[in-house]
């Protein structure tokens, strides 16, 4: 049974930071790309930042320099590391992956506010 659970989120002030995982069960994350979206209040879901099964990453514009995402194959766990945040990082962040079907976890609250 494949299972996606997000976790780390939080509270953070601007400029600060948050590290989300991502644990994996029910298939090996290095076999497959992994990623992360999010989805601010009244937006549509956005990607992120995607990790290969190679283990090459992407992000998109609006994290780059800012986020790093990884993964741990030893503890089947994907990482986002999230620096110099901003207000309109304020989101539920979700990972994905694409195996048979899309997968996606349930997601975890990050809001970024003084």
């Known amino acids: 049974q494949v299972q996606l659970v997000e976790s780390g989120g939080g509270l953070v002030q601007p400029g600060g930071s948050l590290r989300l995982s991502c644990a994996a069960s029910?298939?090996?994350?290095?076999?497959?790309?992994m990623r992360w979206y999010r989805q601010a209040p009244g937006k549509e879901r956005e990607f992120i930042a995607g990790i290969s099964s190679e283990g090459s990453t992407n992000y998109a514009d609006s994290v780059k320099g800012r986020f790093t995402i990884s993964r741990d194959n030893a503890k089947n766990t994907m990482y986002l590391q999230m620096n110099s945040l901003k207000p309109e990082d304020t989101a539920v962040y979700f990972c994905?992956?694409?195996?048979?079907?899309?997968?996606w976890g349930e997601g975890t609250q990050v809001t970024v506010s003084s």
């Open positions: 994905n992956t694409l195996l048979t079907r899309m997968y």
């Open positions: 029910g298939f090996t994350i290095s076999m497959y790309g």
